[in-house]
Nanobody, 114 residues
Framework: QVQLVESGGGLVQAGGSLRLSCAAP????????MGWYRQAPGKQRELVALITPGRTTTYADSVRGRFTISRDNAKNTVYLQMNSLKPEDTAVYYCKVVAGTGYWGQGTQVTVSS
C-alpha cells in the first residue's frame, strides 16, 4: 500500500496564492514521476503538472506560467505553488505517483472566490 499525504488546500481570493504539498514513500518518490491533477464539480479529472525525478516538468496550458511544480528529494515531497489563482482553478487537487496505473492521494480542496 502506498500512502500519499496531501495538504495545503483552502479558500483564497482570485489573484491569491496557495502551495500544495504531497509526501510519498522514499522508495517510490525517488524512482517515479509525480503529478498533480484536479477535478472540478461535473468535470473530468485533468493533469495540472508533472515532474520527473530529473526535474523535467509538464504543465497544462491553463496553468502554465502561474503554477510551479517542484520536488524536495530530502523530504520526499512534491509541491505545487499556485499563483494568480482564478475561480476556474477551483477543484479538488490530487497528488499522483506515475507508476503503472498510478497511486493517488485523497485530494485537497482548493476554492478560489471571485
Amino acid at each position: 500500500q502506498v500512502q500519499l499525504v496531501e495538504s495545503g488546500g483552502g479558500l483564497v481570493q482570485a489573484g491569491g496564492s496557495l502551495r500544495l504539498s504531497c509526501a510519498a514513500p522514499g522508495s517510490i518518490f525517488s524512482i517515479y514521476a509525480m503529478g498533480w491533477y484536479r477535478q472540478a464539480p461535473g468535470k473530468q479529472r485533468e493533469l495540472v503538472a508533472l515532474i520527473t525525478p530529473g526535474r523535467t516538468t509538464t504543465y497544462a496550458d491553463s496553468v502554465r506560467g502561474r503554477f510551479t511544480i517542484s520536488r524536495d528529494n530530502a523530504k520526499n515531497t512534491v509541491y505545487l505553488q499556485m499563483n494568480s489563482l482564478k475561480p476556474e482553478d477551483t477543484a479538488v487537487y490530487y497528488c499522483k505517483v506515475v507508476a503503472g496505473t498510478g497511486y493517488w492521494g485523497q485530494g485537497t480542496q482548493v476554492t478560489v472566490s471571485s
